[in-house]
């Protein structure tokens, strides 16, 4: 699997090794962004009567791990963006970290040739293997960005958006 | 170079056709967003300090064309996102469909073997053309996604973010 890959890379647009950085360098983003936040705010705070930060976590926790156990097994699971992941910043950024480790193990059990597959996510999002994981990415850029507009309201200077570190 | 790309496609993670239609896919949910942003707030309004809808535009505006521009032609430009598009949301609609065509013409003239090849974008950003090309479409969603901040301050309903017709 490993020599396959490599041999292909020059014709690759991206290698699967490569997407996985991509994701992992926006969760270490979102990760400080979590960070940043004073631990009352995180749950609390919100602008526009949206959801607060943490509300959208546990929608990044959802999708994350749950998404690629599902690609990867290939059995149906539901999508339940309410699960209980305590009631501090810390627990909340010890899920993130084993998940970090979940998302590496399970990633490198999708083959380079199931992107192009066709899925029903969750029992209902339909697209390729690959339209998802875009989706999860793209997603938490999406909400990461809303974080960045709080933690400005709250008059905090947010991570800068390139650093991946 | 049609045939090469197809003849590969189910071994690639993403073809370069598939990524602009993702990127376009974006693009078309970014101009409902500037749509559905009242004139005057579109060019005045903002939360926590900072920039209003229409400067975040004028960035976006700044990186597509001239970044690809430079990709594809290989001399370097400067970056300026402070370029003059009018001051009315039906100018900035005007140049952003013009933009989609010439990025559809760019993009076509990026082989696939360049997505690995190291640039330096605007003469600064180090790094391949893939992720140069992945940092246009994340930065787009992490700023649209302030832009939905703004509308829900402003009691204004945005597109749905899967929405990308």
Chains 1, 2 share one sequence.
């Not at 960070?35 to 959208?56: L, T």
């Amino acid at each position: 699997m490993e020599n396959t890959i490599n041999e292909q890379t020059t014709h690759q647009v991206i290698t699967p090794e490569q997407f996985l950085e991509h994701y992992q360098g926006h969760r270490r983003l979102t990760r400080k962004v979590i960070e940043a936040f004073p631990e009352k705010e995180f749950f609390n705070y919100s602008v526009g009567g949206m959801r607060p930060f943490s509300e959208m976590v546990k929608e990044l926790f959802a999708i994350a791990v749950p998404g690629l156990t599902e690609i990867v097994s290939e059995n149906t699971s539901e999508f339940d963006e309410h699960r209980d992941y305590g009631t501090t910043k810390a627990e909340f950024l010890q899920k993130w970290d084993q998940d970090t480790d979940e998302i590496n193990t399970l990633w490198k059990q999708i083959s380079v040739e199931r992107f192009q597959e066709v899925i029903k996510l969750f029992g209902q999002y339909e697209g390729t293997v690959l339209s998802n994981l875009q989706y999860f990415v793209d997603n938490e850029i999406h909400h990461r960005g809303q974080g960045y507009v709080y933690l400005r309201a709250l008059d905090i200077e947010p991570p800068f958006f390139y650093d991946r570190s």
